[in-house]
């Protein structure tokens, strides 16, 4: 899978633009900060996943004064090429359309277009809290087969239902003046059919969370030894929130589930745990890398986890995803920034950077970027 040529129009800085990378290896896109290098990035990403990295609501994607904007690229999948446009309005509709057929449902897009993407925001999968490992974790499982994208929406819809039935529930229980604090006879029928729902949806979720955890622990672990030049051992693991199956865990925890009014088990409260072993520590124990691993050591292992789903995808699909790597040089120290360099994996990367690349680095093409124009692209 490459990308042949990304179109941007009224695509936040950008009035148009058009960007041509190398078909192969990587191309770097350098600019001065606030030039719009890290907008093509996520321009291209956008398409992939319907969503901004940066975590950026839909209307700041639009160009100030306008009402929409428009992302096309035509890629090569398959041996074949295909052309992906999505129409962004500031109101938050989107028009999408493959091969200049509409595509009704968001879902549908997904997969005609894979990235693998690293911005300084990924050190939270790392530093943050659980909900950003469980979104990395989400994010590969679709990317890695998109039909999962419907899972993760049965989930979260069926916990938007329960939510909302705990808190008409527990409202009702506070009217009563008199009489029994039980739920009604309706509402607790509702309630177990929300239970079993979200006992086989979350488990069907939390399945496939575990099973990828297990086939990408060798390819982080892998990715962070070449990063951290060997230096210390990567540990992953998937922790369940519930013993037992879901349901049993759900009945055993309704009235605390009813006193505070949202659902405490479910994937929706699993964590990925990561730790580090070795890296020069006197303990030789796994340590949680959240609080025990250096800056240097958090930052290339959020880079490994998105380098190891990147290999792993690869293999799964036999496709290799476009690498997006935004400002990369800036979080990385210059060992590691040429450790990295030296161990892309094989395929079509972009790059940017506001600055000089490691010393004896030459990538396929270089291409500049000035206040919101693109400019001609040049061969190393």
Same mark, same amino acid.
């Given at each position: 899978?490459?990308?042949?040529?990304?179109?941007?129009?009224?695509?936040?800085?950008?009035?148009?633009?058009?960007?041509?990378?190398?078909?192969?290896?990587?191309?770097?896109?350098?600019?001065?900060?606030?030039?719009?290098?890290?907008?093509?990035?996520? *321009?291209?990403?956008?398409?992939?996943?319907?969503?901004?990295?940066? &975590?950026?609501?839909?209307?700041?994607?639009?160009?100030?004064?306008?009402? @929409?904007?428009?992302?096309?690229?035509?890629?090569?999948?398959? &041996?074949?090429?295909?052309?992906?446009?999505?129409?962004? $309005?500031?109101?938050?509709? $989107?028009?999408?359309?493959?091969?200049?057929?509409?595509?009704?449902?968001? @879902?549908?897009?997904?997969?005609?277009?894979?990235?693998?993407?690293?911005?300084?925001?990924?050190?939270?999968?790392?530093?943050?809290?659980?909900?950003?490992?469980?979104?990395?974790?989400?994010?590969?499982?679709?990317?890695?087969?998109?039909?999962?994208?419907?899972?993760?929406?049965?989930?979260?819809?069926?916990?938007?239902?329960?939510?909302?039935?705990?808190?008409?529930?527990? +409202?009702?229980?506070?009217?009563?003046?008199?009489?029994? /604090?039980?739920?009604?006879?309706? %509402?607790?029928?509702? =309630? #177990?059919?929300?239970?079993?729902?979200?006992?086989? +949806?979350?488990?069907?979720?939390?399945?496939?969370?575990?099973?990828?955890?297990? +086939?990408?622990?060798?390819?982080?672990?892998?990715?962070?030894?070449?990063? +951290?030049?060997?230096?210390?051992?990567?540990?992953?693991?998937?922790?369940?929130?519930?013993? &037992?199956?879901?349901? #049993?865990?759900?009945?055993?925890?309704? /009235?605390?589930?009813?006193?505070?009014?949202?659902?405490?088990?479910?994937? $929706?409260? #699993?964590?990925?745990? =990561?730790?580090?072993?070795? &890296?020069?520590?006197?303990?030789?124990?796994?340590?949680?890398?959240?609080? $025990?691993?250096?800056?240097?050591?958090?930052?290339?292992?959020?880079? *490994?986890?998105?380098?190891?789903?990147?290999?792993?995808?690869?293999?799964?699909?036999?496709?290799?995803?476009?690498?997006?790597? #935004?400002?990369?040089?800036?979080? =990385?120290?210059?060992?590691?920034?040429?450790?990295?360099? *030296?161990?892309?994996?094989?395929?079509?990367?972009?790059?940017?950077? *506001?600055?000089?690349?490691?010393?004896?680095?030459?990538?396929?093409?270089? %291409?500049?970027?000035?206040?919101?124009?693109?400019?001609?692209?040049?061969?190393?």
């Amino acid at each position: 899978m490459r990308l042949i040529r990304l179109w941007v129009g009224n695509y936040r800085n950008y009035e148009s633009a058009e960007l041509e990378p190398a078909p192969e290896g990587l191309t770097v896109i350098e600019g001065a900060n606030g030039d719009g290098k890290t907008n093509l990035l996520e *321009a291209v990403a956008y398409l992939a996943t319907l969503s901004s990295f940066r &975590g950026a609501p839909v209307d700041a994607l639009v160009r100030h004064g306008v009402e @929409r904007a428009v992302v096309r690229a035509e890629v090569e999948r398959e &041996g074949r090429s295909v052309l992906l446009e999505v129409e962004i $309005h500031a109101g938050g509709r $989107h028009r999408m359309m493959v091969n200049r057929q509409p595509v009704r449902r968001a @879902r549908d897009l997904l997969g005609a277009l894979r990235v693998s993407v690293f911005s300084p925001d990924d050190l939270s999968m790392v530093k943050g809290g659980p909900g950003e490992r469980r979104q990395y974790l989400d994010e590969v499982l679709v990317a890695l087969r998109p039909a999962n994208e419907a899972l993760r929406a049965d989930v979260e819809r069926i916990l938007r239902q329960r939510n909302a039935l705990l808190k008409q529930a527990q +409202a009702r229980l506070a009217e009563r003046k008199r009489g029994s /604090d039980q739920l009604s006879p309706d %509402v607790a029928s509702t =309630l #177990d059919v929300w239970d079993a729902k979200l006992s086989d +949806a979350g488990e069907m979720l939390a399945d496939a969370r575990e099973d990828l955890v297990m +086939a990408l622990e060798p390819q982080v672990t892998k990715a962070y030894g070449q990063l +951290a030049t060997g230096k210390g051992d990567v540990t992953l693991a998937y922790q369940r929130s519930w013993r &037992g199956p879901l349901s #049993d865990a759900l009945a055993t925890a309704r /009235d605390e589930d009813l006193r505070r009014a949202v659902t405490t088990a479910g994937p $929706h409260r #699993d964590e990925l745990s =990561l730790a580090i072993t070795g &890296g020069g520590r006197e303990v030789p124990v796994p340590l949680p890398a959240r609080t $025990h691993a250096s800056q240097g050591e958090q930052r290339s292992l959020a880079l *490994a986890l998105r380098l190891g789903a990147h290999v792993l995808i690869t293999e799964s699909t036999g496709s290799s995803p476009v690498l997006l790597l #935004d400002d990369v040089f800036s979080e =990385l120290d210059a060992a590691r920034s040429s450790a990295l360099l *030296a161990s892309l994996p094989l395929g079509q990367a972009l790059l940017t950077t *506001a600055g000089s690349a490691p010393a004896g680095f030459s990538p396929a093409r270089t %291409v500049s970027v000035r206040a919101g124009r693109v400019e001609a692209g040049r061969a190393s």
